[in-house]
């Protein structure tokens, strides 16, 4: 591996510097570098498209990229960002700047990409939101890999890890419920069910998890039906402090940051890697400045 800077490397005191640093010693450091499975170091930017991209989405994504730069100036070895959008997430309420509010409000707790488009220019209002983020990034000349939520949980991409983490529900639920108030204890369940009538995404509690069949079986809010349903092929998604750590294995993620009120995510997420014998990205919890 071709390595620049190499005299100066202990010198480099800037904080992207000091990031990418801690990416490449996890793989042995500057002289021993050890090649991932993969064969090339990634890093994550997240993105919720409830809401128009803003300020903060880049944000998120320059730092990113100003560690992956770094990384590029120490060495030649492969490096990509990935902007992730969790456009699979429900609807929790109607944004203001948006047109069409009355007509969004039919579709709260549905899936972003599956709620008609607002702005009537695109298939759903999570793809106008993916499309304007893409748009917002191209203009400032960043380079970065998209990857929806939905397509990745749809496709089977995500399906061995979730595998996996149904194999483990209950070590899962042991570090997570702690961490909850006693009301939501009660129902919390690391799996949302999309309802097969209301296409709503449904925080509702698991009567039996089947391991085998990779099922899960809840009651129908409506008729109080038992329904069983997979949790496979996007019939279910994940409890996103779940999801988060699903997508750091499934993707194989190297670095991740994220402002300090996603601390306690973090740590979770990282817990959750650690039970399931999974390696989690190294993290910056940076300062959130809201003035």
């Not at 993105?47 to 994504?61: A, C, D, K, M, R």
């Not at 972003?112 to 209002?125: A, G, N, R, Y």
């Not at 089977?156 to 570090?175: A, R």
């Not at 009538?197 to 089947?210: D, F, G, R, S």
Request: glycine letters at 6%; aromatic letters at 12%.
């Amino acid at each position: 591996m071709l390595i620049n800077l190499i005299n100066d490397y202990d010198k480099l005191k800037s904080w992207p510097f000091i990031e990418a640093k801690r990416v490449i010693d996890t793989y042995g450091g500057i002289k021993n570098f050890k090649v991932p499975s993969k064969k090339y170091i990634l890093f994550e930017t997240g993105y919720g498209p409830s809401g128009l991209p803003h300020i903060g989405t880049f944000g998120e994504v320059i730092r990113t990229s100003m560690v992956q730069n770094a990384f590029n100036k120490l060495t030649n070895f492969p490096s990509k960002i990935i902007t992730f959008s969790d456009d699979m997430d429900g609807l929790r309420k109607v944004p203001e700047n948006v047109p069409n509010q009355e007509m969004l409000k039919k579709y709260i707790g549905m899936p972003l990409t599956s709620i008609p488009d607002p702005f009537e220019k695109f298939d759903s209002f999570g793809k106008h939101n993916n499309e304007k983020l893409k748009s917002f990034l191209n203009d400032f000349g960043f380079t970065y890999e998209f990857k929806s939520s939905t397509e990745l949980y749809k496709s089977g991409f995500f399906d061995d890890t979730i595998k996996i983490l149904l194999q483990n529900y209950n070590e899962i639920l042991s570090i997570v419920l702690p961490t909850l108030r006693d009301q939501r204890r009660e129902n919390y369940s690391p799996f949302l069910p999309i309802c097969p009538k209301t296409n709503k995404v449904l925080q509702v509690k698991i009567e039996e998890y089947n391991i085998e069949n990779n099922t899960i079986v809840y009651q129908d809010p409506d008729d109080g039906k038992l329904i069983e349903v997979s949790v496979l092929g996007g019939n279910c998604k994940l409890q996103w402090k779940v999801d988060w750590a699903m997508r750091w294995i499934a993707l194989k993620v190297d670095y991740e940051m994220c402002g300090k009120d996603l601390t306690d995510s973090v740590t979770l997420g990282k817990k959750i890697c650690k039970i399931l014998n999974k390696n989690s990205p190294i993290n910056l919890i940076y300062e959130m400045f809201l003035d």
